[in-house]
């Protein structure tokens, strides 16, 4: 039989059935395999009731379980789905979770409900709301209103073990793909576990929601940083401590207020930076995780940044004990981004280290950092982190003198596609541009040459450019 046109379907759903050539029977096999992957059982729908939801019979909306199976197999919301096609508002191409291959050994989940998007952010993103900025800024407009009503709401039930897994496959995949190439699978993940978290819950499936929940908006805050949007990144990060305290997770918080230290640096408030990590100061000393050691190291750059060169080098100090004391915790057993290792706590305070007036010393630490960087396993390796110790590295050696070195290190940066020029790096450049602008390197065609190609990797990587 010949499937009628689109346009003559009841529904939105009648209308995706045609269009991909299924007979009732084959809907409901494909509903059964969906609940199953989603719920661990089989939820049985009879023929009758598949055919009232594609002629869109029904005075009310399917039971909760069933909007859930809907939206996962056809990835829009359930309103549209039962809706006339002409009156669906969305493509359900926005934001099909295209989930990158990493290697990573963890089970993923089939598939995460990918609701569809707002056509406009509040922001006013750009028009193709399917680019990382556009994406950024609409996961953070959806964070700012769950945000909103969330003091009043009690966190919803279910699906802790399948957003378990893919919190572990985007975390563990970020070091190495970077929060912009994993947006669709950030959002599709954080709006899942907003819709469960959106109701009543049980106590116990409440904590775990909420944890999640907050590393989900952390990791967004990330991603958003990775674009230049503060405000963006600062939202995310507003809303996963409130989802911390509610999971009573001190060591989350640490992460997060440590987070929040690293978007302030990146936009030059050192001062308000500092703050952030006296705030954590308490759930630091509380904490076992490695996020007692990236606090500890920040903590020591953020004292450099604002001019207080006692403390910071003390603070490096007594970093030490952080290490010492370091035992896995929860972020820890997810890994990747939310784990922070010897290799990274080098960066960090070679970082620190070039805040200060000794420049062998920065270039010895960023030395290290690289080596151990490199040497890193290629699944948990951190490749921001990476080049950014190399640039560190260069700038050493620049503001020594040594201009040959100074490229030979920043090199392999300057050599990043477009895609993976991100703001920190960038940021972090301005910082070798001004030093190649020193009276002594005029006329030097090497060190011309360089500063060139510095704004070149500025201006194509289109999230942030030199000052003027």
């Not at 295209?98 to 006013?124: D, F, H, W």
């Not at 001190?250 to 992460?255: E, K, N």
């Not at 503001?399 to 972090?428: E, F, M, S, T, Y």
């Amino acid at each position: 039989m010949t499937p009628p046109p689109v346009n003559a379907s009841r529904t939105l759903l009648a209308s995706l059935v045609h269009q991909r050539h299924w007979t009732v029977h084959d809907f409901l096999h494909e509903y059964t395999a969906t609940a199953q992957s989603l719920k661990g059982k089989a939820d049985e729908v009879g023929e009758r009731q598949a055919k009232r939801w594609m002629a869109g019979t029904l005075k009310t909306r399917p039971y909760p379980v069933a909007c859930l199976v809907l939206e996962t197999i056809f990835e829009y919301p359930i309103d549209d789905l039962l809706a006339p096609p002409a009156r669906a508002r969305h493509s359900p191409t926005v934001y099909a979770p295209a989930l990158p291959t990493s290697g990573v050994s963890v089970p993923q989940m089939n598939v995460l409900p990918a609701y569809p998007g707002r056509e406009k952010s509040r922001n006013g993103p750009s028009p193709d709301q399917t680019g990382p900025e556009g994406l950024s800024l609409m996961a953070a407009d959806d964070t700012a209103r769950f945000f909103a009503h969330a003091q009043a709401a009690d966190a919803g039930p279910e699906a802790v073990t399948l957003l378990y897994n893919e919190v572990c496959r985007i975390a563990r995949a970020y070091p190495a793909d970077g929060g912009p190439a994993l947006l669709p699978a950030l959002i599709a993940a954080q709006r899942f576990a907003f819709r469960h978290l959106d109701g009543p819950t049980q106590p116990d499936q409440a904590r775990d929601l909420y944890f999640l929940t907050g590393v989900l908006c952390g990791l967004l805050a990330h991603a958003g940083l990775d674009l230049g949007q503060i405000d963006a990144a600062m939202t995310q990060t507003r809303t996963a401590l409130l989802c911390a305290d509610r999971a009573g997770h001190p060591g989350l918080r640490t992460w997060l207020r440590n987070e929040q230290c690293t978007i302030t640096r990146w936009a030059g408030w050192h001062h308000e930076s500092l703050r952030y990590l006296q705030l954590a100061a308490e759930d630091a000393t509380s904490t076992r995780g490695t996020s007692a050691i990236g606090f500890a190291v920040r903590q020591a750059r953020a004292y450099a940044a604002v001019g207080d060169a006692d403390r910071a080098r003390a603070t490096l100090t007594s970093s030490a004990d952080a290490y010492a004391r370091a035992q896995p915790d929860e972020l820890d057993e997810i890994g990747g981004q939310l784990s922070f290792d010897r290799p990274d706590g080098l960066f960090v305070a070679a970082d620190a280290l070039s805040l200060l007036p000794d420049q062998a010393a920065t270039e010895h630490a960023a030395a290290e950092a690289v080596t151990a960087l490199e040497a890193a396993p290629v699944e948990g390796r951190n490749s921001g982190n990476r080049e950014g110790a190399r640039i560190v590295l260069g700038l050493a050696r620049a503001r020594q003198g040594d201009i040959d070195g100074a490229r030979d290190a920043i090199q392999p940066v300057l050599d990043l596609p477009q895609q993976q020029r991100l703001h920190g790096l960038a940021k972090n450049f301005q910082r070798v541009h001004a030093a190649l602008s020193d009276p002594r390197y005029h006329g030097s065609p090497t060190a011309g040459d360089t500063a060139a190609e510095i704004e070149t990797f500025a201006q194509l990587g289109a999230r942030t450019a030199l000052p003027g």
